[in-house]
Nanobody
């Protein structure tokens, strides 16, 4: 069964950090670019970050640039999103998703999706 499972979300104060994980089962992530997408209540889905299949290229949305780092460990079949200096506006459900290329990821074209993990930033 093809599955992506996000974890690592939670509640933090502004300025805090979280590390999200996206673990795949039933297939290998090696051939996919992976993206993190978030959706806040009442707002449209927003692409946060993407990483190429080898990890050599990355993309960050302007809203998170300098505060977020995406990485992957293909041996562990897992992709990570390190988020620092969190702000209230980062509050959202964060999803990971596979894409056939980095360009597709940046363009929001994804295939497999996880169920999401909630990130809440509040004092």
């Amino acid at each position: 069964q093809v599955q992506l499972v996000e974890s690592g979300g939670g509640s933090v104060q502004p300025g805090g950090s979280l590390r999200l994980s996206c673990a795949a089962s039933g297939f290998t992530l090696d051939y996919y670019s992976i993206g993190w997408i978030r959706q806040a209540p009442g707002k449209e889905r927003e692409g946060v970050s993407c990483i190429s299949s080898t990890g050599g290229r990355t993309y960050y949305a302007d809203s998170v640039k300098g505060r977020v780092t995406i990485s992957r460990d293909n041996y562990k079949n897992t992709v990570y999103l390190q988020m620092n200096s969190l702000k209230a506006e980062d509050t959202a459900v964060y999803y990971c998703a596979t894409s056939r290329s980095l360009r597709w990821c940046i363009g929001g074209q994804s295939e497999y999706w996880g169920q999401g993990t909630q990130v809440t930033v509040a004092s």
